[in-house]
Nanobody, 127 residues
């Protein structure tokens, strides 16, 4: 069983920063592509970033490019999403995903691109 757990969400003011963490674990899981999605109330889930297993390939959606960055932890299948200059429109539930179903991933990211998902962590940005 693969488990994906996100943490680090919270409530901040516009312009502030947050760092989300994601850890994936499972007996058969090796280093894999990992991604972040978000879903605001009443909106579709949006794929905002991913990083390849070797870290050489990274993608950011236009909505977050230049403000968000990705890094992998020392442990395999640990991923961080650094979010800077947060805006009220970044308010959403943020989901981590892994277990890519195809490669290369061609943006825009789709939910079907990943097998395993976390439960999400809430990010709220107030003006």
């Amino acid at each position: 069983l693969v488990q994906v757990v996100e943490s680090g969400g919270g409530s901040v003011q516009a312009g502030e920063s947050l760092r989300l963490s994601c850890t994936a674990s499972g007996a058969t899981l090796t280093a894999d592509t990992m991604g972040w999605f978000r879903q605001a109330p009443g909106k579709m889930r949006e794929g905002i970033a991913y990083i390849s297993a070797d870290g050489d390939t990274r993608y950011f959606a236009d909505s977050v490019r230049g403000r968000f960055s990705l890094s992998r932890g020392v442990a395999e299948n640990t991923l961080y999403l650094q979010m800077n200059s947060l805006k009220p429109e970044d308010t959403a539930m943020y989901y981590c995903a892994t277990g890519s179903t195809r490669w290369p991933l061609i943006p825009p990211l789709r939910e079907g691109d990943f097998r395993y998902w976390g439960q999400g962590t809430q990010v709220t940005v107030s003006a």
